[in-house]
């Protein structure tokens, strides 16, 4: 079984620009919630879907969103980047909601 | 905010002693998850704890949580060199009610000295 795959793995970006992370969930897993890891704040979680909805969000400024599609993929995106957004953006699936994560290798985001 | 406070921050050990790190909450969790990082990886699933008072052991691994559900701990035995990485506790709080938001602890990087 295929894991969680995240595209792209490495990117970078400047200032003021905006990026687009994909996420392949797990065949079968209905959640997905994405986590930003940094070396000063640790992971912190950025928002959560189920069956395409916005289930709950995390204390990010709205430059932060995301969707998810009807096979489960999802995808998040940053506007207007900032140089404290460079970090490894992580993608997590699971079967429910308080089931186990499997996380995906990663999106590192370098602001320039 | 909620937020589980995890130490220590860095420990370094000898191959063959023990390892312990520590999750506390000041309000009570539903239910904690244990993951590990190995360097340059990406967190990975080692158990979910429910129940007060709950202890699960894998292998050289126990898990526990606090009879308030408040706090756990991570004890290894006889540490070795594939005990590298760092580990995370990941909280959710009773609060939340059925949605998921994991409030991870800050990580406790583990070195594991031949």
């Known amino acids: 079984k295929a894991g969680v795959t995240q595209t792209p793995r490495y990117l970078i970006k400047t200032r003021g620009q905006q990026v687009t992370l994909s996420c392949s969930p797990i065949?079968?897993?209905?959640?997905v919630s994405w986590y930003q890891q940094t070396p000063g704040q640790g992971l912190q979680f950025l928002f959560e879907y189920f069956s395409e909805t916005q289930r709950n969000k995390g204390n990010f400024p709205g430059r932060f969103s995301g969707r998810q599609f009807s096979n489960s993929r999802s995808e998040m995106n940053v506007s207007t980047l900032e140089l404290g957004d460079s970090a490894l953006y992580l993608c997590?699936?699971?079967?429910?909601?308080?089931?186990?994560?499997?996380f995906g290798e990663g999106s590192r985001l370098t602001v320039l | 905010g909620q937020q589980v406070m995890q130490i220590p921050q860095y420990q370094h050990v000898q191959e063959g002693e023990d390892f312990t790190t520590y999750c506390n909450s000041s309000?009570?969790?539903?239910?904690i998850q244990w993951y590990k990082q190995r360097p340059g990886g990406h967190p990975v699933f080692l158990i979910q704890l429910v129940k007060s008072g709950e202890v699960k052991k894998q292998k050289r691994l126990t898990f526990q949580f606090g009879e308030a559900k408040k706090n756990s701990s991570l004890h290894i035995t006889a540490t070795q060199t594939t005990d590298v990485g760092t580990y995370f506790c990941a909280g959710q709080f009773e609060a939340s009610g059925s949605a998921r938001q994991l409030t991870f602890g800050s990580g406790t990087q583990l070195t594991v000295l031949p």
């Open positions: 065949s079968g897993h209905r959640s």
């Open positions: 309000t009570t969790l539903s239910n």
């Open positions: 997590a699936s699971s079967l429910s909601v308080t089931g186990e994560l499997f």
